[in-house]
């Protein structure tokens, strides 16, 4: 069973960049469909990027878009998040999560059999 773990989240001010690291074990990331999710408080958890499980193609969410960099390290067993020009209104927990192939569709959190334990991401204005 493979378990996720999140780091690099931080307090950083507008404009400003973070890189958020999911390292996994128990399993290998190229045989799982890698996500990254948020949720701020008081608003549900959503979709931020995602990474193909085979192919290694990108999918990003339109508010990220152009600003954040999904990658995949194998040999590490890590995925990465970059995050560029950061705005107050990306300030949530991030969570990184890990679906099994033909889970359903990847841009729902209910699709995601497996978690880290989020890493907080403030953005000041």
């Known amino acids: 069973q493979v378990q996720l773990e999140e780091s690099g989240g931080g307090l950083v001010q507008a404009g400003g960049s973070l890189r958020l690291s999911c390292a996994a074990s128990g399993g290998t990331f190229s045989n799982y469909n890698t996500g990254w999710f948020r949720q701020a408080p008081g608003r549900e958890r959503e979709f931020v990027a995602r990474i193909g499980r085979s192919d290694g193609r990108t999918y990003y969410s339109d508010s990220v878009k152009g600003r954040f960099t999904l990658s995949r390290d194998n040999a590490k067993n890590t995925v990465f998040l970059q995050m560029n020009s950061l705005e107050p209104e990306d300030t949530a927990v991030y969570y990184c999560?890990?679906?099994?192939?033909?889970?359903?569709?990847?841009?729902?959190?209910?699709?995601?059999?497996?978690w880290g334990q989020g890493t907080q991401v403030t953005v000041s204005s």
């Open positions: 999560a890990a679906a099994a192939p033909f889970s359903g569709s990847l841009y729902v959190p209910g699709t995601y059999g497996y």
